[in-house]
């Protein structure tokens, strides 16, 4: 069983930044691949960003490509997703997922097991 608290969302201007953390209660963090998605108002959940359980694969949906980066500390039990040069189409509510024993990033939703409550990023024009 893996506890998921999602924490740094808020309200941006375009062009900021901002850093998400997803802290993890429980054992075995290093076991669980972890994901970020986001999902917008009207609009199916994605996958922004995943990282294999030690971190040496990452998955980017092209949108954030070369704007957001996902790592993880196994020793904090966290994870996180530095966002920068939002974008007003960056406004979600955005999930951390964890889904144990997969090797590698997936950004498939199905296949993760615990969720976080989500915080809210807003990107003002």
């Known amino acids: 069983q893996v506890q998921l608290v999602e924490s740094g969302g808020g309200l941006v201007q375009a062009g900021g930044s901002l850093r998400l953390s997803c802290a993890a209660s429980g054992r075995a963090f290093s076991s669980y691949a972890m994901g970020w998605f986001r999902q917008a108002p009207g609009k199916e959940r994605e996958c922004v960003a995943a990282?294999?359980?030690?971190?040496?694969?990452?998955y980017y949906t092209d949108s954030v490509k070369g704007r957001f980066t996902i790592s993880r500390d196994n020793a904090k039990n966290t994870v996180y997703l530095q966002m920068n040069s939002l974008k007003p189409e960056d406004t979600a509510v955005y999930y951390c997922?964890?889904?144990?024993?997969?090797?590698?990033?997936?950004?498939?939703?199905?296949?993760?097991?615990?969720w976080g409550q989500g915080t809210q990023v807003t990107v003002s024009s």
């Open positions: 990282i294999s359980m030690i971190g040496l694969s990452k």
């Open positions: 997922a964890a889904t144990h024993g997969k090797n590698g990033a997936t950004s498939t939703s199905g296949l993760y097991d615990y």
